[in-house]
């Protein structure tokens, strides 16, 4: 049995790969129906970062994968409040609001709600964001006591900053070029692999 941090982030690299396998998908068969149904699992997956009280209290404690997602749920909305001004959680909430944002926006896109030329920036700079909040987890006693542990943020933090980039710059350049329009998804879907396989707690 997986201690409670360790299903969490089989459950988000689960996530993450998903969502680069169908947003790839989705870029090879461009008027096919994966356009409307990828940007649902960011979305999701930042509201899964968004609604959790974080208290850390079962961080390393052995748990079922059925506890695991029932502990998503808060039991009081004053814990929330509390916990949620600790440097670590706030990094979490913001990459989680990035994600429902770029899941929102590009679903808008897709549906042809938000055609304006602008929108498509958001992607890569939500991207870059959320990277960043991820990336920049520093290990205390508290949170991220371990090397291994910083290290799976470190990856994923770096493959959004970096896909995100290449991904504004494809955008950017006219015409555009497909293949480039994948690092992204592709950097998603190996960094969600990462969290699934290799997240482990020695």
Same mark, same amino acid.
């Given at each position: ?29 461009? +008027?096919?129906?994966? /356009?409307?149904?990828? &940007?649902? @699992?960011?979305?999701?997956? =930042? !509201?899964?970062?968004? *609604? ?63 055609? +304006?030329?602008?929108? /498509?920036?958001?992607? &890569?700079? @939500?991207?870059?964001?959320? =990277? !960043?909040?991820?990336? *920049? ?66």
């Amino acid at each position: 049995m997986m201690t409670h941090t360790e299903h969490v982030h089989l459950l988000f690299g689960i996530g993450l790969a998903m969502t680069g396998v169908l947003w790839l998908g989705a870029q090879v068969y461009p +008027a096919g129906p994966l /356009r409307y149904v990828w &940007p649902s @699992l960011p979305f999701l997956l =930042g !509201l899964f970062l968004v *609604i959790p009280t974080e208290t850390q209290e079962r961080t390393y404690v052995r748990v079922g994968a059925w506890d695991t997602f029932l502990s998503v749920f808060p039991n009081s909305l004053t814990v929330w409040l509390t916990t949620v001004q600790e440097a670590h959680v706030i990094q979490h909430k913001a990459a989680g609001v990035c994600a429902m944002l770029a899941g929102g926006i590009e679903g808008g896109r897709a549906s042809g709600w938000l055609s +304006a030329p602008r929108w /498509r920036w958001m992607l &890569p700079l @939500l991207a870059i964001a959320a =990277g !960043l909040a991820v990336g *920049i987890h520093g290990g205390t006693h508290q949170h991220l006591p371990r090397g291994v542990e910083q290290l799976h943020h470190w990856i994923l933090g770096g493959a959004l900053v970096l896909g995100g980039v290449v991904h504004g710059v494809a955008s950017a350049r006219v015409p555009q070029r497909p293949i480039w329009q994948g690092v992204l998804p592709a950097l998603v879907l190996m960094a969600g692999l990462d969290l699934a396989f290799f997240y482990r707690i020695p």
